[in-house]
């Protein structure tokens, strides 16, 4: 039988960093794998490519389902969600993985599951292992037989490996091994599992979901669709283990580490609903574009989003400046990954059918284009176009994080170096080659002080994960070191 390949992504793909994976779990409720669906649901931004869900019923064991494509266009089926029955689940949405190669194999798509002596167990994991091929050749010379190309693989064939006991010492076990980012959930035949890395670069929240079941996600905003309560962030190097009858067990594995959260969360990657480290993500948004405005003042007659991930910011910025808000684009919220097949005279339309201008908006103002981030600039100069096309006099870019000039190696699809627009050119440079009026970004020390750090950067101990602003690798990505990476020189 052939391998399944995922289907092709449409080819009007925004020009932006995109987020891994989103990950969720529930124990202690009926039809727990109906919850994860709507928890994956609510992730969909974290991963568009493909998802699953694996549940445990006492007596038909072990059950999972593996999809591509959208959580709404699989998971709703109620043929399909009758075989994953049980009280506990977990699953897991996906983006293949930072510097991946061709389509994505279905075997790739998590959570990965595997039979030990003491009982089955699943995984679905979060961010990147850095040191994940030296893992794997040592695994393989081993014995271990490898059924995808994911990194995440390497945890299910440590904990095979592990001479501990039961399934949450072997996976703290296995976990001990990885170096990089990783929020992990897990589960057995009763338990759920919760990991985070000593860094805690990528997220995982804790909920309750009535009297006797608990929840573990990506995001708060994943809580709220299923009626579950925030209780809170499951802390950096934490381990929780989880039952419905005994609650939630807390251990601290992991040797202390001062806490580096990607701060990339706050500019993109989460929702605008949801709250990390108990602010509002939303509000930090557009306090980015109140310092946005401070730093880089501008005369124009109109502030415009790119949306969607623009809006806030650009409403922080109309509100500092004075400039008057308006939606000067409209995106094109029914356009999905098949829309129609990519032939040359459709490609070049370009971002045109993702996104139009409000022309009687536009026509005769000085324009202020306010978007989270330039990554190869090819979406910036098709909107730049488009805006001018629609008669504005002028076009001024305001860019609610730092310039882009590293990539990730955490958990993020990032370009290869030479690819990011700014790590090749000046701001200057960025500008003449976009082709607009005025380009600035927020600086570092904005950027911090809008996520509630007042005193902005510590430069000698960073509160966050800046990599891609700084290229200060708070973990060395070792394999990508043994590939010839070179990294940032030390000023």
């Known amino acids: 039988m052939s391998e399944l390949k995922q289907p092709p992504a449409h080819p009007f793909d925004d020009d932006k960093l995109k987020e891994e994976c989103g990950i969720f779990g529930v124990v202690g409720v009926a039809d727990a794998a109906n919850f994860v669906a709507l928890g994956l649901h609510a992730l969909q931004h974290r991963g568009q490519e493909a998802g699953g869900i694996v549940a445990h019923h006492p007596e038909s064991g072990f059950n999972s389902a593996r999809r591509f494509g959208y959580v709404r266009d699989n998971f709703t089926k109620q043929s399909l969600m009758e075989?994953?029955?049980?009280?506990?689940?977990?699953?897991?949405?996906?983006?293949?993985?930072?510097?991946?190669?061709?389509?994505?194999?279905?075997?790739?798509?998590?959570?990965?599951?595997?039979?030990?002596?003491?009982?089955?167990?699943?995984?679905?994991?979060?961010?990147?292992?850095?040191?994940?091929?030296?893992?794997?050749?040592?695994?393989?010379?081993?014995?271990?037989?490898?059924?995808?190309?994911?990194?995440?693989?390497?945890?299910?064939?440590?904990?095979?490996?592990?001479?501990?006991?039961?399934?949450?010492?072997?996976?703290?076990?296995?976990?001990?091994?990885?170096?990089?980012?990783?929020?992990?959930?897990?589960?057995?035949?009763?338990?759920?599992?919760?990991?985070?890395d000593p860094?805690?670069?990528?997220?995982?929240?804790?909920?309750?979901?009535?009297?006797?079941?608990?929840?573990?996600?990506?995001?708060?905003?994943?809580?709220?669709?299923?009626?579950?309560?925030?209780?809170?962030?499951?802390?950096?190097?934490?381990?929780?283990?989880?039952?419905?009858?005994?609650?939630?067990?807390?251990?601290?594995?992991?040797r202390p580490a001062q806490s580096r959260f990607c701060i990339f969360e706050h500019v993109y990657f989460?929702?605008?609903?949801?709250?990390?480290?108990?602010?509002?993500?939303?509000?930090?948004?557009?306090?980015?574009?109140?310092?946005?405005?401070?730093?880089?003042?501008?005369?124009?007659?109109?502030?415009?989003?790119?949306?969607?991930?623009?809006?806030?910011?650009?409403?922080?910025?109309?509100?500092?400046?004075?400039?008057?808000?308006?939606?000067?684009?409209?995106?094109?919220?029914?356009?999905?990954?098949?829309?129609?097949?990519?032939?040359?005279?459709?490609?070049?339309?370009?971002?045109?059918?993702?996104?139009?201008?409000?022309?009687?908006?536009?026509?005769?103002?000085?324009?202020?284009?306010?978007?989270?981030?330039?990554?190869?600039g090819t979406t910036s100069r098709k909107i730049k176009e488009m805006i001018l096309d629609a008669g504005a006099k002028e076009v001024h870019f305001r860019i609610a994080s730092p310039p882009t000039a590293w990539p990730c190696f955490y958990g993020v699809d990032t370009p290869e170096r030479e690819k990011l627009l700014a790590a090749t050119m000046s701001e200057e440079q960025m500008r003449d080659h976009l082709g607009v009026d005025s380009l600035k970004f927020i600086s570092l020390d904005g950027l911090y002080r809008a996520v509630g750090e007042a005193e902005g950067r510590n430069a000698a101990c960073p509160q966050y994960c800046d990599a891609c602003f700084s290229g200060e690798y708070p973990v060395e990505p070792a394999d990508m070191l043994q590939k010839g990476f070179k990294m940032k020189a030390a000023e």
């Open 199 to 254: 860094l805690g670069v990528r997220p995982l929240v804790l909920g309750k979901v009535g009297d006797n079941g608990w929840a573990l996600s990506s995001e708060t905003c994943a809580l709220d669709i299923i009626g579950a309560e925030f209780v809170r962030e499951i802390e950096p190097g934490e381990m929780v283990v989880i039952t419905a009858e005994n609650g939630v067990e807390s251990h601290h594995p992991f």
């Open 270 to 376: 989460s929702r605008p609903d949801s709250i990390i480290s108990g602010q509002s993500v939303y509000e930090t948004r557009r306090q980015i574009g109140v310092e946005l405005a401070r730093e880089s003042a501008v005369e124009a007659d109109l502030v415009c989003p790119v949306p969607d991930s623009g809006t806030p910011a650009a409403i922080g910025f109309a509100a500092e400046s004075g400039i008057p808000f308006g939606l000067g684009i409209t995106r094109n919220q029914y356009m999905g990954r098949t829309f129609i097949e990519p032939t040359e005279q459709i490609r070049n339309m370009g971002v045109r059918l993702k996104l139009n201008v409000n022309r009687a908006l536009i026509r005769d103002k000085r324009v202020v284009l306010v978007d989270d981030s330039v990554v190869r």
């Open 83 to 196: 075989t994953l029955p049980g009280a506990l689940s977990i699953g897991h949405v996906r983006y293949s993985t930072a510097g991946s190669k061709g389509q994505t194999a279905i075997r790739d798509v998590q959570p990965f599951f595997g039979e030990f002596s003491m009982g089955g167990a699943a995984i679905a994991h979060n961010g990147n292992i850095t040191n994940a091929d030296a893992l794997r050749r040592e695994l393989i010379e081993r014995g271990s037989i490898f059924q995808s190309s994911s990194d995440s693989e390497c945890i299910i064939h440590l904990m095979a490996r592990s001479l501990q006991r039961d399934i949450p010492s072997r996976v703290e076990d296995a976990l001990r091994r990885v170096e990089g980012a990783f929020s992990v959930v897990a589960m057995t035949r009763t338990k759920l599992i919760g990991v985070r």
